[in-house]
């Protein structure tokens, strides 16, 4: 079997679905030795993920750019329907909400949310507009989808009008990187960063569904209102729509208790993942919730948005909290700094729950999706 797998999220530093991309052609090539993987983007491949791969050593993977400059802009409708056709690929399988939109083979469309359809006015219109557009396109075009969760599969059968039986619920994983670090290791890593021992953390994109404006507003009640003195680190690449939230910090009484890392690589993270006193994710929508489930694996007591996707991945392992109640939230936040014995039976949980999922789970299951379309 010949698949094409969308490289195109490998092409910028890695978010969710770049993790997604490169952990699950990696875990294909792994367990189908005999299959042949084939990473296809118009754009070069960042130079993290291309050594890693390369590093991986698979003969069955790996990564083409075709000459297709001159038609970038029209990558999806002509430059990789052309491509596809000379590889004479078996399946094309589209991580990122897209396939070729010429159909000569059989095709696979991931879906990771719907947010920008069920949550517009936390996007960019041009996005929102394109996602309104090119789903119900990308939906009718691909044979088989699959979603991250049970709760995103009903979304789009909901939304797009698509039929159950179309749509596979695979989960992702942690990444095998994540897990507890020792203290003294992760302590030297922290002086490096300038955190403090004593920190709470959020860790993602900084937009506007991840709901970091409430977890400020929290974080402001406990400085404000006890003597405790944390520091809140907040680990992400920056985004959009966050005027509000950055005006704040500038305004509150806060801003001495901040550390804004940016974007951090795998270690770093894993650093402060396990030496964190709490993880904190109040995201308003997810497709499945990758940061939480890293800190979980780093043994981190988590306390996030009590949403469908995130009771899906997280289980009893994290304290839910409803997103937009500040109140709610800055106690959960208090009572887990003044409980050691809560967050120590929350951070023993952590790495158990993470451990219910995997990379070679999800490769096996979108394996099974792939031969149940070319034989079926």
Same mark, same amino acid.
């Given at each position: ?74 990558w999806w409708s002509i ?24 159909? /000569?083979?059989? %095709? ?5 949310? *719907?947010?920008?359809? &069920? +949550?517009?006015?936390?996007? @960019? ?124 910090? /500038?305004?509150? %009484? ?5 550390? *804004?890392?940016?974007? &951090? +690589?795998?270690?770093?993270? @894993?650093?402060?993942y396990s030496s964190c ?73 952590g790495p158990l729950q ?23």
């Amino acid at each position: 079997m010949r698949v094409g797998i969308d490289g195109y999220p490998l092409a910028e530093p890695r978010t969710g679905v770049g993790h997604y991309t490169l952990e699950l052609a990696r875990a294909l090539a792994l367990i189908s030795p005999s299959d042949q993987f084939e990473l296809v983007s118009p754009a070069p491949f960042e130079a993290a993920a291309q050594d890693e791969i390369e590093r991986a050593n698979l003969p069955n993977l790996r990564t083409v750019n075709p000459k297709a400059s001159s038609i970038r802009g029209h990558w999806w409708s002509i430059g990789l329907p052309l491509y596809a056709r000379r590889a004479a690929f078996d399946l094309f399988h589209g991580t990122n909400f897209d396939v070729p939109l010429w159909k /000569r083979r059989r %095709s696979v469309v991931t879906i990771h949310d *719907l947010s920008a359809l &069920l +949550h517009p006015g936390m996007h @960019r219109s041009r996005l929102v507009r394109r996602a309104r557009l090119r789903l119900p396109l990308v939906v009718r075009i691909a044979d088989m989808i699959i979603t991250p969760t049970e709760s995103v599969k009903r979304e789009v059968c909901q939304q797009l009008s698509v039929k159950a039986d179309k749509v596979t619920a695979i989960p992702s994983a942690a990444r095998s990187s994540f897990q507890p670090m020792p203290l003294a290791q992760a302590a030297l890593i922290r002086k490096r960063l300038g955190v403090e021992d004593d920190f709470l953390l959020f860790v993602g994109t900084l937009e506007p569904r991840k709901n970091l404006l409430t977890l400020l507003k929290a974080f402001e009640q406990i400085i404000g209102h006890t003597s405790l003195r944390p520091q809140l680190v907040i680990a992400g690449g920056e985004g959009w729509l966050m005027d509000e939230s950055l005006a704040f910090t /500038r305004k509150a %009484s806060i801003s001495d208790r901040l550390r *804004l890392t940016g974007y &951090l +690589h795998d270690e770093d993270l @894993r650093a402060l993942y396990s030496s964190c006193r709490v993880f904190i994710y109040p995201s308003i929508y997810e497709g499945f919730g990758l940061p939480p489930l890293e800190a979980l694996a780093c043994g981190a007591p988590v306390i996030a948005g009590r949403i469908p996707s995130l009771r899906e991945t997280l289980g009893s392992a994290a304290r839910l909290v409803e997103p937009l109640d500040v109140d709610a939230l800055a106690k959960s936040i208090l009572d887990l700094l003044q409980d050691g014995n809560q967050r120590q039976l929350l951070g023993a949980a952590g790495p158990l729950q993470a451990g219910k999922f995997s990379w070679e789970q999800t490769a096996r299951l979108t394996l099974e999706v792939y031969h149940q379309l070319l034989t079926g």
